[in-house]
């Protein structure tokens, strides 16, 4: 269980940057900004959640195995195919707290900003991005609970290697192969507490934005 767990502590530890850069990005520009497309945008980021997983890996797979470009890349079955594939069920949930944040952003307090001077840099800095705090962290939360307990996508695309793509979620389902199910337990326990521990860290946050 070491390998999957360290497997998995990489995977979190390229994946919690890319959440965050990714889904503050994406939130703050559906809920700052109009566009043309900007619907259809907002479509295809929350499709992951409603496709099963195995859909998810099926045009991961072809995307990754038929382009040429990607596929001379060799990601399938490695270890940075495991990393992307949490992306993708993982980022709609960041997104959305995200933009839920920004959108909460009172606009009266950033136009004032700019009336004393300051550019569009400075207003995220200090004003946008302090206000939606809370959100962004709770989406961070969550959305890595859920990078972390990826089974479908990451078995697609990556494969069930111990020590190389192996996760938690992999291990558990390679121990109930083997009927080997104290060290499943073991194994599920780990992730049920981190999820346990997300979610009350997002409760507490919720709470001080009620008191605030």
């Known amino acids: ?8 502590l990489k995977v979190l530890a390229v994946d919690i940057p890319l959440l965050l850069i990714l889904g503050t990005a994406l939130g703050w520009l559906l809920a700052k900004r109009r566009f043309r497309g900007r619907e259809l945008l907002h479509l295809l980021i929350l499709l992951p959640v409603v496709l099963p997983p195995s859909v998810l890996g099926l045009y991961l797979l072809m995307l990754f195995g038929r382009v040429p470009f990607l596929h001379d890349l060799g990601l399938l079955f490695s270890f940075p195919a495991a990393a992307v594939a949490p992306l993708l069920p993982a980022l709609p949930i960041m997104v959305q707290s995200a933009r839920s944040g920004f959108a909460s952003v009172d606009e009266r307090l950033e136009d004032a900003a700019r009336t004393l001077g300051d550019g569009e840099g400075a ?19 969550l959305s890595s609970a859920r990078a972390l307990g990826d089974f479908g996508v990451t078995l697609m695309i990556a494969g069930n290697i111990p020590g190389r793509t192996q996760t938690l979620p992999l291990y558990i389902y390679g121990r109930v192969e083997s009927l080997d199910f104290a060290l499943a337990h073991v194994a599920a326990l780990l992730l049920t507490a981190v999820g346990v521990g997300c979610l009350l860290l997002v409760r507490t946050m919720e709470d001080r934005r009620e008191l605030a």
């Open 1 to 8: 269980m070491t390998s999957a767990l360290w497997v998995s």
């Open 123 to 141: 207003v995220f800095r200090r004003i946008t991005l302090p206000l939606a705090r809370r959100f962004l962290l709770a989406g961070l939360a």
